[in-house]
């Protein structure tokens, strides 16, 4: 079944080209020429996307958007703006409106389509679990996370990677680092009380990470039992030997020895607790920082942004 699109764009022509080469890609489509009748459009029918042009004159798309997302019927539907701003703040503006996605105009057919096709396959496997983990993937981490953002309220956002898998991987062979990452996933788990009744939700990232959302108050705790669990329990992937000279060992290309660290866990909270955050991105960026800060210490590590939009400094 074809994919159904609604486009609003008060150009009548603009929105009439689009349409047809987009009907000639097997979507249907509908089309709206004005805000107003958009809502509308949009609220009353089931569409799987939605293309919106910003500057429109009795309801522009960041306010036509927004009503959207705070609709339970159309919340989930990803939306996509058109704009002939590149400016930084018009993108934020986007954001704020909730904003799957932005096209700036004049723009290639293909890219657009390309976009449109990304979204839509987003949208698709939004509900997906990870079956290594039992986790949700990033997919359903951004969607949390943007609501977080969007609410206004607290929140805080833990990047959790495992450090020194590649030697365990050489050694041990994949059904090892798989057991770590689910031996990771318990220990979230553990650590937050199951992830049951107060609104934590964790998510699997792939390559040894993971992202647990939750409340800035909770977030230090958390990160603190992560820590002492995940150091307690990783010995049992390695031998004797090893916990005892807390080295592994593997071999270079040229075929000589390395002594390696032994697995350890890092963590980077990003919160707005003390600071504004306006998009899921900024949020990833400022724990991604972070947690590239507690990378550089020995040992399993946690490190929490504290900077406020006075300082600027951790």
Request: aromatic share 8%; proline share 3%; charged share 30%.
């Amino acid at each position: 079944m074809a994919e159904r699109l609604l486009i609003i764009e008060d150009e009548e022509t603009v929105a009439d080209i689009l349409a047809l080469n987009l009907e000639l890609e097997g979507f249907e489509v509908e089309k709206a020429y004005n805000g107003t009748s958009g809502l509308s459009a949009a609220l009353e029918g089931r569409f799987d996307l939605v293309i919106c042009d910003v500057m429109m004159p009795d309801l522009d798309g960041y306010e036509l958007c927004r009503r959207l997302k705070g609709d339970e019927r159309t919340g989930a539907t990803p939306v996509i703006l058109l704009t002939a701003r590149t400016d930084v703040e018009n993108k934020v503006a986007g954001l704020d409106a909730g904003a799957d996605d932005f096209v700036t105009k004049p723009f290639e057919f293909d890219d657009l389509l390309g976009r449109i096709n990304m979204n839509l396959d987003r949208a698709a496997s939004r509900y997906t679990t990870d079956k290594l983990t039992g986790f949700p993937g990033n997919i359903s981490a951004d969607d949390e996370l943007r609501a977080r953002v969007l609410s206004r309220k607290p929140f805080a956002m833990m990047l959790v990677t495992v450090n020194s898998l590649r030697p365990l991987r050489e050694v041990y062979g994949d059904e090892a680092c798989e057991k770590v990452m689910r031996f990771t996933a318990d220990t979230m788990r553990a650590a937050t009380g199951g992830l049951s009744g107060r609104g934590d939700m964790a998510a699997y990232l792939g390559s040894g990470s993971f992202c647990l959302i939750t409340s800035p108050d909770r977030a230090v705790e958390y990160a603190e039992k992560i820590v002492r669990r995940f150091d307690a329990g990783v010995l049992a992937f390695y031998s004797e030997a090893e916990r005892k000279t807390g080295i592994i060992s593997t071999f270079d290309r040229q075929g000589d020895l390395i002594d390696n660290p032994l697995m350890t866990v890092s963590i980077g909270i990003a919160s707005n607790a003390h600071r504004r955050i306006r998009s899921h991105w900024e949020a990833a960026e400022i724990a991604r920082e972070v947690l590239d800060h507690a990378m550089t210490f020995p040992g399993s590590k946690y490190v929490a942004d504290r900077r406020t939009d006075d300082t600027k400094k951790t």
